[in-house]
C-alpha cells in the first residue's frame, strides 16, 4: 500500500473523529472550558497573589499554554481505549487500509481540536492582558512548535492507550506520566526557585525547553537552544513511539 493511499486513509478516519464533535456539543464545550478554567485559577488568581499581575500574566500564560496542550493529548488514548471497548478496531481488521491509518486518524483529530483549543486559550489570554510581542512569524512558529510537540506526545498518549485494559486505566497512566513533566517544569516557575533535585529535573524536562521556547516565541526574549533541544525531544519521541504503537496496534486487531 503506497505512502499517498495511506495519507488519504487517514485523513477518512480523521473526519470520523471529528464528526462526533458535532453530534455531541457537551463534548466540544468541555474542550473549549479547560483553558479557560486553566487560565482563570493559574494565570489570573496566581497573577493577583503576585502583587503584579501584568508580569505574571505575560510569564505565566505560555507556561500554562503549554499545560493545557500537553494535558489534551490524554484524549487521544482514551478515544482508542474506547474504540477497543467498542469492539471499533474488530471492523476496521476486516478493512483493506493500512495499520498506521487508525492511529493516524485518531492523533491528527486531536491535533485539530488541539488547534482549536490554542486559539481559544490566546484569545482568552489577550482577554486577561497578555500580550504577543514579537512578530507574526515568530508567534505561528511557537504555536507550531507546540502542535509538533503534542503530535509526537500523542503517539505516547496512543500506545498506552492501546495497552491499557480499559479508557479509565489509561487515563490514571498518562496522567502519572504528565504530572511530572507538568508541574516538574519552568512552565509555571524559573528553575532558579527550585530546590536541588527539583531544580536538576526541571533542567531535564523537556517540557522546560517548550515552555520556555514558546515564552521566548510569544513574549520575546533569547530562545537559545530551548528550540532545537524541543525539536530533538519530539524526534526522539515520535522515532521510538510511533513504530510502537503501530506494533501494538497490529497485535490488538489480530
Do not use: K
Amino acid at each position: 500500500m503506497t505512502s499517498r493511499n495511506t495519507f488519504a486513509q487517514g485523513m477518512t478516519l480523521t473526519w470520523r473523529s471529528l464528526v462526533p464533535l458535532r453530534n455531541q456539543p457537551g463534548e466540544l464545550i468541555q474542550l473549549l472550558l479547560q483553558p479557560i478554567f486553566m487560565i482563570v485559577i493559574f494565570v489570573v488568581v496566581f497573577g493577583a497573589m503576585s502583587g503584579d499581575q501584568g508580569g505574571a500574566v505575560q510569564r505565566l500564560l505560555p507556561g500554562v499554554l503549554t499545560q493545557v496542550a500537553l494535558t489534551q493529548t490524554i484524549t487521544t488514548g482514551m478515544r482508542l481505549a474506547e474504540d477497543i471497548g467498542n469492539g471499533v478496531f474488530d471492523r476496521f481488521r476486516s478493512m483493506p487500509i493500512a495499520r498506521s491509518a487508525p492511529l493516524m486518524g485518531r492523533i491528527l483529530a486531536d491535533t485539530a481540536t488541539m488547534t482549536l483549543t490554542i486559539a481559544v486559550a490566546l484569545l482568552v489570554g489577550a482577554a486577561v492582558g497578555f500580550r504577543i510581542r514579537t512578530s507574526p512569524l515568530e508567534a505561528l512558529g511557537g504555536v507550531a512548535l507546540l502542535l509538533t510537540f503534542t503530535l509526537s506526545l500523542g503517539w505516547v498518549s496512543a500506545w498506552l492507550g492501546l495497552r491499557a485494559r480499559s479508557a479509565a486505566s489509561m487515563q490514571g497512566m498518562a496522567t502519572a506520566v504528565l504530572l511530572p513533566l507538568t508541574f516538574g517544569s519552568t512552565a509555571l516557575i524559573p528553575a532558579a526557585n527550585l530546590p536541588g533535585v527539583l531544580r536538576w529535573w526541571a533542567n531535564l524536562n523537556p517540557v522546560s525547553h517548550l515552555a520556555d521556547s514558546l515564552r521566548a516565541l510569544l513574549t520575546g526574549g533569547p530562545v537559545g537552544a530551548h528550540v532545537w533541544i524541543t525539536l530533538g525531544w519530539c524526534t526522539a519521541i515520535a522515532a521510538c513511539f510511533v513504530p510502537l504503537a503501530v506494533r501494538t496496534y497490529a497485535r490488538r486487531i489480530r
